[in-house]
């Protein structure tokens, strides 16, 4: 769910659940304990829309994980995403799936 913040800045919130699972996967790294049970996180995120790029930062909490799951609370990253950045290739390179 996207909450806007202060639009004039660029700046949105969100609150969101993950839901996986983890499945069929071989120990090539270490131990990874595959089940089809759902793995579950809860969070909040802001982005700002920077003239240098769009900034997010995440955090979340498991809800329901299981042992030996590495889990991650805190994530920042920078920049676009690649399917905005793709899109805009397309669009200044003249090519419109659109129109074909």
């Not at 995440?58 to 676009?80: E, V």
């Not at 950045?85 to 669009?91: E, I």
């Not at 200044?92 to 129109?99: I, V, Y």
């Amino acid at each position: 769910m996207s909450l806007p913040i202060s639009p004039d800045i660029g700046l949105t919130g969100r609150v969101f659940v993950d839901v996986g699972a983890l499945s069929g996967v071989k120990e090539t790294n270490g131990p990874i304990y595959g089940t089809p049970a759902p793995r579950v996180a809860a969070g909040v995120g802001f982005s700002w829309d920077t003239p240098f790029g769009l900034i997010n930062i995440d955090l979340a909490d498991p809800l329901l994980k299981y042992g030996g799951d590495k889990t991650q609370i805190f994530r920042f990253a920078s920049g676009k995403p690649l399917f905005e950045q793709t899109r805009q290739r397309v669009r200044t390179s003249g090519h419109n799936n659109e129109n074909d």
